[in-house]
């Protein structure tokens, strides 16, 4: 199975702080790379589909990109609501596996 | 509303079988692959299982490969998980998430809890 290496596994950044997650995939993916944010207590929401394309709804301070085997994840700006747990996806040759998870803290 | 409802979890002894469901509402069922994830209680997501549309093809995480089957009846919008020979490490909230396209989940029900414990 495709292995996929999220990093950090924690972040601690201020308000108003661009915040990058990286995401590295163990073999060529193209861009079957997808995010996802989860709140305490909540369902995983779909955020950034296809490495690079933002999900209906989803604020514009939210980006991915990438392409083959590494990936990164940006908040522009980050806002109090943004406080959750972010998990990157790969999805090839019907086999799926979710990043280990970023937990983002507020400083 | 468009929504997916997870039932069927509780507390099933290690061995035991519990068959988990998941009622869809607000949009064409039929459409749509389906999976089910689970997450192990403060662990991260685990993909557990795919079914087509049609109920045709399906897929397993070798996790639970003989153990686990995934079914769908289209004419009642379900989905359903049947779980056998439960172990301890089963233990984690089961979701049922929709495929929008070729593996981007864009919904996803509240979960159901499963605790495999003696």
């Known amino acids: 199975d495709i292995q996929m290496t999220q990093s950090p596994s924690s972040l601690s950044a201020s308000v108003g702080d661009r915040v990058t997650i990286t995401c590295q995939a163990s073999?060529?993916?193209?861009?079957?790379l997808n995010w996802y944010q989860q709140k305490p207590g909540k369902a995983p929401k779909l955020l950034i589909y296809d490495a690079s394309n933002l999900e209906t709804g989803v604020p514009s301070r939210f980006s991915g990109s990438g392409s083959g085997t590494d990936f990164t994840f940006t908040i522009s700006s980050l806002q109090p609501e943004d406080i959750a747990t972010y998990y990157c996806?790969?999805?090839?040759?019907?086999?799926?596996?979710f990043g280990q998870g970023t937990r983002l803290e507020i400083k | 509303e468009v929504q997916l409802v997870e039932s069927g979890g509780g507390v099933v002894q290690p061995g035991g079988s519990l068959r988990l469901s998941c009622a869809a509402s607000g949009f064409t069922f039929d459409d749509y692959a389906m999976h089910w994830v689970r997450q192990a209680p403060g662990k991260g997501l685990e993909w557990v299982s795919l079914?087509?549309?049609?109920?045709?093809?399906?897929y397993y995480a070798d996790s639970v490969k003989g153990r686990f089957t995934i079914s769908r009846d289209n004419s009642k919008n379900s989905l359903y998980l049947q779980m056998n020979s439960l172990r301890t490490e089963d233990t984690a909230l089961y979701y049922c998430?929709?495929?929008?396209?070729?593996?981007?989940?864009?919904?996803w029900g509240q979960g159901t809890l499963v605790t495999v414990s003696s």
């Open positions: 998430a929709k495929d929008d396209n070729y593996g981007d989940f864009n919904l």
């Open positions: 079914i087509s549309g049609d109920g045709g093809s399906t």
């Open positions: 996806q790969q999805y090839d040759n019907l086999r799926i596996t």
């Open positions: 073999q060529d993916i193209s861009n079957y």
